[in-house]
């Protein structure tokens, strides 16, 4: 049938596409009727992503624009935890900044923390009492 061979050709207008990234470090290129290279990544402000090879991004094409790759797509279920690979990462607001050096900064007015709390390892309350015992002359930092 002469329909079979039909396949949907992308808009002039600008209409989304999906496809799945074939390259993502230094040029990104993603399959879609054909493999399309060197496209732009976009992000919420603020944020900044990689997308993976094997991964189903939206691709959209703006009058006159290059292609470029707006989101992935996300799975059914919530993860039980999100990794990041990036060397920092930042939060706007009221700030949270995490860098890959192994340093954390929060501003703002409180921190709060839930469950425990370790600091190489040892618990919060165990190295405040250690601490504390040091000062005091009953035991020995370190």
Not at 46 to 56: L, S
Not at 78 to 93: L, M, N
Not at 113 to 122: H, M, T
Request: proline share 4%; charged share 15%; aromatic share 4%.
């Amino acid at each position: 049938m002469w329909l079979s061979g039909q396949q949907k050709q992308p808009s002039q207008s600008g209409e989304g596409q999906t496809g799945i990234v074939t390259m993502s470090e230094g040029e990104t290129a993603v399959l879609l009727e054909t493999e399309r290279r060197g496209l732009e990544v976009y992000a919420p402000a603020g944020y900044h992503w990689t997308p993976q090879p094997g991964q189903r991004v939206l691709v959209i094409q703006g009058d006159g624009e290059v292609p470029c790759i707006v989101g992935v797509r996300q799975g059914t279920a919530q993860p039980d935890s999100v990794g990041i690979s990036a060397d920092s990462v930042s939060v706007g607001g009221q700030s949270v900044s995490i860098q890959a050096a192994g340093s954390a900064a929060v501003g703002g007015q409180s921190v709060e923390l839930q469950g425990q709390v370790f600091v190489n390892g040892e618990t919060l309350e165990s190295l405040i009492a250690r601490i504390v015992a040091a000062m005091l002359g009953g035991g020995v930092l370190g």
